[in-house]
């Protein structure tokens, strides 16, 4: 079923676009198929400069659309590079860098068009860092005092949700304390005061 419609969906597009193609591809309204791409809260600013601001090597005029490049998509590179064309590079570089970072693997975290998380995020912050760090949740995450317990990760659900101290309208979760894409501080860590650093927090 789910077959057939993406067949449907295909057809109709040919179809539509046929008959309203313009001179030039790159001309193409890409919303008349694709418009659920850009449906959510936050839109990538790429997409609003335009989809051959990253598609420059499609050929939108034929239905499938076929690359005339090397990269998959009719993209003009492949991630990073391609994402290196806007975000400055330095941002991710470090004596410590993420290993999806370090692979290049971009959209492993990140939507390219658009996404209902923050940071253009696949899935709400710590739900897409637990997917990967999964043995953080078998036992207390730094033990708070003497009760054994943990920090919060972050996961729980509204109304329950913690509120980052040090960053004002975030919440808490992994990105309190680690950097998501590089540091020069062990464990991506965002402080460099060890111990001292709870007391950022913790008032004594």
């Known amino acids: 079923m789910k077959a057939e419609r993406s067949l449907l969906a295909r057809l109709a597009c040919a ?3 046929a008959f309203a193609l313009p001179a030039h591809p790159q001309d193409v309204d890409c919303a008349q198929c694709h418009a659920l791409l850009t449906k959510k809260s936050s839109v990538h600013a790429a997409v609003q400069m335009g989809c051959t601001t990253c598609h420059d090597q499609l050929d939108a005029a034929s239905v499938p659309h076929k690359s005339k490049g090397k990269a998959p998509k009719g993209l003009s590179a492949e ?3 391609l994402c290196g064309n806007c975000h400055e590079k330095k941002l991710f570089e470090g004596k410590f ?3 999806p ?3 290049g693997m971009c959209t492993a975290c990140h939507d390219p068009h658009a996404s209902d998380n923050v940071g253009l995020l696949k899935k709400e912050p710590a739900a897409l860092c637990l997917d990967c760090h999964a043995d953080v949740k078998k036992k207390p995450h730094l033990i708070v ?3 054994g317990g943990g920090h919060p ?3 729980a659900k509204k109304p329950n949700e913690v509120a980052d101290p040090l960053r004002i309208g975030k919440p808490f979760y992994c990105a309190a304390c680690h950097e998501p894409h590089r540091s020069d501080r062990p464990r991506l ?3 460099d005061k060890g111990m001292q650093s709870c007391q950022d927090c913790h008032k004594m």
Do not use: I, Q, T, Y
């Open 153 to 155: 990760l972050g996961d």
């Open 79 to 81: 991630s990073p590079a």
């Open 189 to 191: 860590s965002r402080f």
């Open 15 to 17: 179809w539509a676009l």
């Open 101 to 103: 970072v370090a692979a």
């Open 97 to 99: 860098v993420h290993g």
């Open 145 to 147: 005092g003497f009760s």
